[in-house]
């Protein structure tokens, strides 16, 4: 296995870490994404890259693995300084990244993607029997509930996240990158994975860890590393430093209250579903309504129907029974385009494959679900400085920063990603917000943004639905909250019902208590 063959020179405690980066600086095109940044990294030592969206973080890990190169600084790998690095050339020599957007390729098997420009082969035949032997190896080691012979496309996301962790690890590591490794994963996937990561160091991995959830920073950090705006803040160790001293370093001011008190006054029912069942089977009779002025939470494990309930709803996935209605009108096959003229949005938990065009730029994905109206389009034609000025004025409203709405999508962070998404939603006239896992990717600071933009929308009078894996997220946005377990409807809690214990418990046990609101 790859990760029984790590060499490493450095341990613990030595003069000359694993990983040193000096004065490492990147620009791109009007922006200076880091400035200065020194990084050391020791074998054995799991070391956190905290900050908010746009300090860097991103920026900084694609430098470490090759993708970026940098225009300042000096890097050295084991004591030996590292030039014109690409990323073939950081695998070759043990550096590995797990990046949050996958790299996967769709068509292709696990064990496909795993192989896929390593190939093993003898007088150019391709020894499948071979790689389909070392990936199942490898995937039983890591105790991964994993099929190598499956197509990437038929995954869930955590069996993909599981999939890029198993690449990383096929060829011997010396320094791992994990960005956001948990995103996908349920909490018994999470454990397995932090007792890898416990191996990888007992073997002298060095691990850089990007997160924003304070318990795995607890839980597993030697130290932990402060970016803000592109530049080196304080490096700590984990053990003495407390929760509120990373926050203040991270976002430069105090944050005491992260989910704002929101003004719930419940008035008609805005969305309804009765006795949804999807094609796929994953969301099977359920009973489900929203009201205008109130958040709407649906929580429960990874796979148990909760996005696909609301993805029927807005009309990416097909029903195969049951009935919708929109302000009590009934909205027969549902698609995108109509809900949208027909009040309705939704925000995907995938920004990069559902969201964005990352190529293109922050203005055309903005405007791109608001181009039917006549604001923006007359008699067919765009109107360019009708779609800049709105835009425009809008990325000011969510604090868009830097500023700058010609900007590829692809070169910004997750939280300036999300805003993004949610700028359209001030494009047109909308009354109904469905949300999948909002906060997924986005530091904390952005998320006050988003939980923010939330409030605004439900004190003036719109229906919100928020779709979450975070149950401190779910449980403290919503007026009402529905749990979801094997694509059916556990429990609807409400009032004093609405509580952590009658949650978990609903997410293994249909007939828990508090079944009813």
């Known amino acids: 296995m790859g990760m029984e063959r790590a060499e490493i020179q450095a341990r613990p405690g030595e003069a000359e870490p694993l990983l040193r980066l000096a004065g490492i600086t990147k620009r791109f095109t009007g922006v200076r994404a880091l400035d200065g940044v020194d990084l050391d990294v020791r074998a054995g030592e799991l070391h956190v890259l905290f900050g908010e969206n746009g300090a860097g973080k991103s920026t900084l890990i694609n430098v470490v693995s090759g993708t970026f190169a940098p225009d300042e600084g000096s890097f050295h790998l084991n004591g030996e300084e590292i030039r014109h690095l690409t990323p073939q050339r950081a695998r070759a020599i043990g550096i590995s990244p797990v990046f949050q957007e996958f790299s996967l390729v769709p068509s292709l098997s696990v064990e496909e993607n795993l192989f896929l420009g390593r190939e093993v082969a003898t007088g150019g035949v391709l020894r499948a029997a071979e790689m389909r032997r070392r990936a199942r190896a490898l995937i039983d080691e890591l105790g991964f509930d994993l099929d190598p012979a499956a197509r990437v496309e038929d995954l869930s996301r955590a069996h993909q996240q599981m999939a890029e962790i198993a690449k990383a690890l096929l060829s011997p590591v010396k320094l791992l990158i994990l960005d956001e490794p948990t995103a996908s994963l349920t909490e018994r996937e999470t454990g397995r994975l932090f007792e890898l990561i416990a191996r990888l160091k007992a073997q002298g991995v060095g691990i850089i860890y990007v997160s924003h959830r304070m318990r795995e920073i607890r839980a597993l950090a030697d130290r932990v590393t402060v ?63 929203a009201r205008a002025g109130e958040i709407t939470g649906i929580a429960g494990l990874v796979g148990c129907g909760k996005s696909e309930l609301v993805r029927a709803i807005y009309g990416l996935e097909p029903i195969a029974g049951g009935r919708v209605r929109l302000h009590g009108t009934p909205y027969e096959h549902p698609k995108p385009r109509a809900s949208l003229r027909r009040g309705l949005a939704y925000f995907p938990a995938n920004r990069v494959t559902e969201g964005l065009a990352l190529s293109r730029p922050i203005r055309e994905n903005a405007s791109i679900a608001a181009l039917d109206l006549r604001r923006f389009v007359r008699f067919g034609v765009l109107r360019p400085g009708a779609e800049r000025r709105l835009v425009g004025s809008i990325m000011d409203t969510l604090k868009l920063r830097p500023a700058g709405i010609e900007r590829a999508v692809g070169n910004l962070s997750g939280g300036n990603r999300q805003k993004v998404m949610l700028g359209r939603a001030l494009t047109r006239d909308l009354s109904v917000f469905l949300f999948d896992e909002p906060s997924v990717g986005i530091d904390v600071g952005a998320k006050l943004e988003v939980y923010q933009f939330m409030k605004r929308l439900v004190e003036a009078g719109a229906a919100v639905i928020v779709v979450s894996s975070e149950l401190p997220e779910v449980l403290a946005l919503s007026n009402r909250l529905y749990v979801m377990h094997h694509g059916r409807i556990a429990a609807e809690l409400s009032g004093a019902a609405k509580t952590e214990g009658n949650v978990l418990a609903s997410f293994f046990d249909e007939e828990a208590p508090g079944r009813a609101a």
């Open 227 to 289: 970016l803000r705006d592109g530049r080196h803040i304080k490096t700590l160790d984990a053990a003495d430093v407390g929760d509120g001293e990373l926050v203040e370093l991270m976002t430069g001011r105090r944050i005491d209250v992260l989910f704002p008190e929101i003004l719930h006054k419940p008035e008609g029912i805005a969305v309804d579903a009765e006795n949804l069942s999807t094609a796929d089977g994953t969301v099977r009779g359920v009973d489900f309504h």
